[in-house]
Nanobody, 118 residues
Framework: EVQLVESGGGMVQPGGSLRLSCAAS????????MSWVRQAPGKGPEWVSI????????DYADSVKGRFTISRDNAKATVYLQMNSLKPEDTALYYC???????????WGKGTLVTVSS
């Protein structure tokens, strides 16, 4: 079955950095676009970033542009999110998401919690 397992979350001070990882299995990873989506307490889900199949095309939400970098290693079936200059408003549960081949999102991981606080 399709599995997406996030890791790397934790608590950091404002201005700090974290790198999230998402290990994928159960499908041909290199055939799928992947995204990160986050959800803060009491808020709806917010799309954060996408990386297309080959890794050469990426996009970011305005709220994280210039601070976060998405990447992928198709040989390892893993997608990453490098988060720098973290702010308290980045506090959220971060989900790894697979995109359907014809659009939309069809599988989500369980999430990893990022807390930015002094």
């Amino acid at each position: 079955e399709v599995q997406l397992v996030e890791s790397g979350g934790g608590m950091v001070q404002p201005g700090g950095s974290l790198r999230l990882s998402c290990a994928a299995s159960g499908f041909t990873f290199s055939s799928y676009d992947m995204s990160w989506v986050r959800q803060a307490p009491g808020k709806g889900p917010e799309w954060v970033s996408i990386i297309l199949t080959g890794g050469g095309v990426t996009d970011y939400a305005d709220s994280v542009k210039g601070r976060f970098t998405i990447s992928r290693d198709n040989a390892k079936a893993t997608v990453y999110l490098q988060m720098n200059s973290l702010k308290p408003e980045d506090t959220a549960l971060y989900y790894c998401v697979r995109h359907h081949l014809i659009g939309g999102m069809d599988y989500w991981g369980k999430g990893t919690l990022v807390t930015v606080s002094s």
